[in-house]
């Protein structure tokens, strides 16, 4: 069974950094996609960022660029999101996903999930 199990999300002040984990199982890690969504309270679900197969690509919202990195340890079957210079506005539940075929901003074409991880960011 395909597993996800996202970790590292905390309590954490303005300017502050965090380092997300998916901790992947269950399916041939190094042929998918994978992408990092949070949702906001009160918010609709949002693309955060997402990465190629290998980890040579990788793709993110306009709103994080440049405070988050993407990365992938495929020997591990890891993912991971380093998260810095946290603003309030990036409070949510972070979660990750897979998918083969492409990368994509679109959360509703991943079909592998996890349960997420909560990050709160004070002011």
């Known amino acids: 069974q395909v597993q996800l199990v996202e970790s590292g999300g905390d309590l954490v002040q303005a300017g502050g950094s965090l380092r997300l984990s998916c901790a992947a199982s269950?399916?041939?890690?190094?042929?998918?996609?994978m992408g990092w969504f949070r949702q906001a309270p009160g918010k609709e679900r949002e693309f955060v960022a997402a990465?190629?197969?290998?980890?040579?690509?990788?793709d993110y919202a306009d709103s994080v660029k440049g405070r988050f990195t993407i990365s992938r340890d495929n020997d591990k079957n890891a993912l991971y999101l380093q998260m810095n210079s946290l603003k309030p506005e990036d409070t949510g539940v972070y979660y990750c996903?897979?998918?083969?075929?492409?990368?994509?901003?679109?959360?509703?074409?991943?079909?592998?999930w996890g349960q997420g991880t909560q990050v709160t960011v004070s002011s």
């Open positions: 996903a897979a998918r083969t075929g492409a990368w994509s901003r679109v959360g509703g074409l991943y079909p592998y």
């Open positions: 269950g399916l041939n890690f190094n042929t998918h996609f």
């Open positions: 990465i190629t197969r290998r980890g040579y690509d990788r």
